[in-house]
């Protein structure tokens, strides 16, 4: 069970800011605390390492000893799969709920046999989108390997800081950390970059591996009307249906991932919090949050693009 002892929450997707200021108040130190996570990525997998519900019950229980023996706050399992996170439930963890927005490949040919499953209004909308891109005189290459050099990684990290500074403040990415993805991850990288007269203008980066296409970062040196969706999620679809992968995982949050395609789906952290007074307050949080999460996902679900099975167009 990999842990990091952290003194921040950054990078974590999972947004425990005001558990922490709540702690501060009260007079507690939140950090250091123990995160189990893939660092910067919001992507369930296996959190637990083990065998058997046996052995990864094991590893929550010396975990949670491991909180006490070294004084850390709390711990923090986040985007494990659900069955590690009901497990983390028996185990006296407080479990939370979350939701991303993920394009499924229901064996699709192209991406106009996508759109012929959406509803009239939803097509003609994702069309007139692609068409003021097209229009814009806006192309794309999509990069994978050694096609990637590190003249690329330079362009994109002149994105990534761009988008970073006005979102959050102060990038976490080094310019080191996108060669060493290329060196050590090429082959399952796709870069896609949108060029209009020769020149580079944004840049999305993905990952792809075992079916999948993960979206994580994106970013532009002009505004065009539509380019981030079409960078991002158009062009993520006409690879994914490319390469016959079978879903696309377009990162955290997002509702406007919807009308693009992209279904709501739960995500899960488990957390076990030392203050027993912060333990019970956010308890009580994340029993009412899992209740508007649930209620949000199936509101989301009915009011998806997709054309009503009985032939409404």
């Known amino acids: 069970m990999p ?30 605390k123990l ?12 959190r637990l390492l083990a065998a058997d519900d046996a052995g990864r019950l094991a590893l929550l229980k010396t975990a949670a ?26 185990a006296g963890y407080l479990q939370r709920t979350g939701q991303q927005f993920h394009w499924e490949n229901r064996g699709y040919g192209s991406f106009d046999e996508f759109l012929g499953e ?22 794309f290459d999509w990069l994978t390997g050694r096609d990637i050099t590190e003249a690329h990684w330079d362009q994109f990290f002149e994105f990534y800081m761009d988008t970073g500074g006005r979102k959050w403040g102060t990038p976490y990415l080094t310019r080191d950390f996108f060669s ?19 020149q580079t203008i944004a840049g999305a ?33 006409d690879f994914a249906i490319a390469r016959g992968l079978k879903r696309v995982e377009a990162g955290a949050q997002g509702e406007h991932k919807l009308l693009r395609g992209y279904m709501p789906v739960p995500t ?20 009412a949050e899992r209740v508007a999460v649930s209620e949000n996902l ?16």
């Open 3 to 32: 842990l990091y002892l952290k003194s921040h929450s950054y990078g974590e997707y999972m947004f425990d800011h005001a558990w922490a200021d709540a702690l501060d108040r009260a007079g507690g130190d939140y950090y250091p």
């Open 35 to 46: 995160q189990c996570a893939v660092p910067f990525t919001p992507v369930t997998g296996p």
């Open 65 to 90: 000893a491991a909180v006490r023996q070294i004084k850390a706050s709390s711990l923090h399992i986040t985007f494990p799969t659900q069955t590690e996170w009901a497990l983390a439930g028996e």
């Open 118 to 139: 959406l509803s009239s209004s939803k097509r003609k909308n994702l069309r007139k989108e692609r068409a003021s891109v097209r229009e814009a005189g806006i192309t």
């Open 180 to 198: 060493r993805l290329g060196e050590g991850l090429g082959d399952q990288t796709l870069l896609i970059l949108a060029r209009r007269d020769g």
């Open 205 to 237: 980066l993905n990952l792809f591996g075992d079916g999948v296409l993960f979206g994580r970062n994106w970013g532009c040196s002009e505004y065009v009307p539509f380019l981030h969706f079409e960078t991002c999620y158009y062009q993520a679809i």
């Open 268 to 287: 899960y952290s488990a957390h076990l919090i030392a203050h027993p007074g912060l333990a019970r307050a956010v308890d009580q949080f994340l029993e």
């Open 298 to 313: 199936a509101d989301l679900a009915a009011h998806g693009p997709f054309r009503k099975r009985d032939g409404e167009n």
